[in-house]
């Protein structure tokens, strides 16, 4: 019961007040405990992260194993871009509850940032095997292909590109303009086919592929970069 109490208290938006500081009858959430959490909620009320996060670890002496203190304190540490400190937390989230999606994201998230990618495809893997969702798999092949892993990055995308919903799911891309540009998944996997047979050295494949994506979203700014740096004269030529 206890656990579920702070699952909403930490996650959930709401702000204590002062009076809900104070104890509600048959209410078993001890003062300090409560008095913690009005802490850590007004520390990120007011962009605190300090005292937010001595705040959790408050919580989290006095309740070792409630996972949604540690998802808290992880994705607290992400915000803040201490991505080994919110890998680490989300790991031990996940040794409390291995099924803990939240946690596999987290952890996934700031090994990638870290550059640690063998810990991040593991994390993302888990994930993906757990919610089916083939964003969380365009994030596997992508790491699949960082990692010259070309046939399992191959196999990814072509569950992506077979799959219906990857036609209506959009990823955004930087542009020139700063704005962004909203690509549809099937063809943001398209593109990277393209950039494995580009990493694979294969400069007349790669610029086939990059042309049959254009056709497909015409105006995809990073795939005309893309291009463009593939097909420009080599230095002294």
Known sequence: M???????????????????LEKAP??????????????YNTAKMFSDPVVARTALY?????????????????????????????ALV????????????????IAATGF?????????????????????????????SFLQFELKRYAEAGTSLDIII??????????????????????????AAHRVKAMIIQDKGDVEGAKAKYLEVLGMHPGFQIVQQQLRELTKPKSGE
Not at 58 to 67: C, I, Q, R, Y
Not at 117 to 137: P, S
């Open 90 to 105: 989300a790991q031990q989230a996940l040794q409390l509850d291995p099924q803990n999606q939240f946690a596999m994201e």
């Open 112 to 140: 990638d940032k870290l550059g640690a990618k063998d810990r991040a495809l593991n994390n993302y893997e888990k994930l993906y095997l757990a919610n089916g969702d083939i964003n969380t798999l365009y994030k596997v």
């Open 2 to 20: 206890k656990k579920i109490f702070f699952a909403v208290f930490i996650i959930g938006s709401g702000l204590l007040n002062a009076q809900s």
């Open 26 to 39: 048959g209410d078993s959430i001890p003062w300090e405990l409560r008095k913690q959490a009005f802490i």
């Open 162 to 187: 077979e799959d219906p919903q990857s036609e209506s799911i959009t990823i955004r891309f930087p542009t020139a303009d700063g704005n962004g540009q909203d690509v549809p998944l099937k063809v």
């Open 58 to 86: 408050n919580l989290l002496s006095e309740n070792p194993g409630n996972v949604a203190l540690y998802d808290s304190l992880a994705i607290l540490y992400l915000q803040y871009n201490q991505n080994a400190s919110a």
